[in-house]
């Protein structure tokens, strides 16, 4: 059990993980096995007994590393004295680690904004257009990768070679630069902008996504409802303000909520293309290397909880949102 418990080698994780899938088969096995067998069993048996194992395998695998996290905030970095508040108020005082903060602002702030435009106009302007099933397939393409193969793909894009005598840039924009006559610029060193480099990877994969939800939810508005609106003689932009943004509201919620919770959560994209460095560190990466580069978890649960306390509303508001959706209909 104590090896269950606390595995620390990759071995003993692999036995922990295949213990795990045994017991979930066999908690499954006999489930399906007993379902029908005996006769006049009250319903709430029955729900205990199908809900009952997933959510004890969600309080032991989510509730209870969340509230370890979170009681972990509140100790030094070696996790033995209480230091109340300290590590929170560190975040608060220090210029890195409030730079930190500011970098996730920016990615949550931009990054759903601009995906969900560009996946929304994207899929306005290919919607029964001839060639929408190629359109459509190259802009969700970039889906299809990780993100650390995006953040590879975009270094070469970025890369930087100095203008000295016959060198030959290796980077796309520097190559045009360069062709324009100006001189290579370095887009992963230099901050502020930087930072909003980075991002534009993450809205160049999250497009994609976005383009197709949206386009689902596009073709979803009854045909009656656009006919009726094209007889009362409403323009293209009138048609797209009143008839189509309305109609396709819970789906941009969706897409909305799906992809600020991701921005919040981005750590390959920063940790493959610049490591952290030059100011573009975010809460993500920043709890990676506190916890397990310099050591200090108590620095890392509180960045962790912070993360935690970003998330929680935006789950919710996307809860509230489908409910009153369903409602509706």
Same mark, same amino acid.
């Given at each position: 059990?104590? /090896?269950?418990? @606390?595995? %620390?080698?990759?071995?003993d994780?692999?036995?922990?993980?295949v213990?795990?899938? =045994?017991?979930? *088969? +066999?908690v499954m096995?006999?489930?399906?096995f007993?379902?029908d067998?005996p006769?006049?069993v009250p319903?709430w048996?029955?729900?205990?007994a199908f809900?009952?194992?997933?959510?004890l395998?969600?309080?032991w695998?989510?509730i209870?590393?969340?509230i370890?996290?979170?009681?972990?905030?509140?100790?030094?970095?070696?996790?033995e004295?209480?230091?109340?508040l300290?590590n929170?108020?560190? /975040?608060?005082t @220090?210029? %890195?680690?409030?730079?930190v903060?500011?970098?996730t602002?920016?990615?949550?702030l =931009?990054?759903p *904004? +601009?995906a969900?435009?560009?996946?929304?106009?994207y899929?306005?302007v290919v919607?029964r257009?001839p060639?929408?099933?190629l359109?459509k397939?190259?802009?969700?393409?970039?889906m299809?990768i990780?993100?650390?193969?995006a953040?590879i793909?975009w270094r070469f894009?970025y890369?930087?070679k100095?203008?000295?005598?016959?060198?030959?840039q290796?980077?796309?924009?520097n190559?045009i630069?360069?062709w324009?006559?100006?001189?290579?610029?370095?887009?992963?060193l230099?901050?502020?902008?930087?930072?909003f480099?980075?991002?534009?990877v993450?809205?160049?994969?999250?497009?994609?996504?976005?383009m197709?939800i949206?386009?689902?939810?596009?073709?979803a508005?009854?045909?009656?409802?656009?006919?009726?609106?094209?007889?009362?003689g409403?323009?293209?932009m009138q048609?797209?303000?009143h008839?189509?943004?309305?109609g396709?509201r819970?789906a941009?919620?969706?897409v909305?909520?799906?992809?600020a919770i991701?921005?919040?959560?981005?750590?390959?994209?920063v940790?493959?293309?610049t490591g952290g460095?030059y100011?573009?560190?975010?809460v993500?990466?920043e709890?990676?290397?506190?916890?397990?580069?310099?050591?200090?978890?108590?620095?890392?649960?509180?960045?962790?909880?912070?993360?935690?306390?970003?998330?929680?509303p935006?789950v919710?508001y996307?809860v509230?949102?489908?409910?009153?959706s369903?409602?509706?209909?």
């Open positions: 059990m104590d /090896l269950l418990l @606390s595995a %620390d080698s990759t071995g994780k692999l036995i922990t993980m213990a795990a899938i =045994i017991l979930f *088969v +066999a096995g006999v489930l399906l007993a379902v067998r006769r006049n319903s048996l029955v729900f205990l809900v009952g194992p997933a959510a395998l969600l309080l695998g989510l209870r590393p969340a370890l996290t979170i009681y972990q905030s509140f100790f030094d970095r070696r996790g004295t209480f230091v109340g300290d929170f108020v560190a /975040l608060a @220090s210029n %890195d680690l409030r730079s903060l500011v970098n602002i920016i990615w949550v =931009i990054v *904004v +601009a969900t435009f560009l996946g929304l106009l899929a306005v919607d257009s060639v929408e099933a359109a397939a190259l802009i969700f393409l970039p299809a990780s993100l650390v193969g953040s793909i894009v890369e930087y100095a203008d000295i005598g016959d060198i030959q290796i980077g796309l924009l190559q630069l360069v324009l006559g100006q001189e290579p610029y370095q887009f992963l230099n901050g502020p902008w930087n930072t480099f980075l991002i534009v993450f809205i160049w994969v999250q497009t994609g996504f976005a197709t949206l386009s689902a939810a596009i073709k508005i009854p045909d009656d409802v656009t006919e009726a609106a094209r007889l009362d409403v323009t293209g048609m797209f303000r008839i189509t943004v309305p396709i819970p941009l919620v969706v909305l909520t799906t992809i991701g921005t919040l959560k981005v750590f390959d994209i940790r493959t293309m460095n100011g573009t560190s975010v993500a990466n709890f990676y290397t506190q916890a397990f580069r310099q050591s200090n978890a108590g620095l890392g649960a509180a960045l962790a909880t912070i993360l935690f306390v970003l998330v929680v935006i919710v996307n509230r949102q489908m409910r009153i369903e409602d509706v209909r």
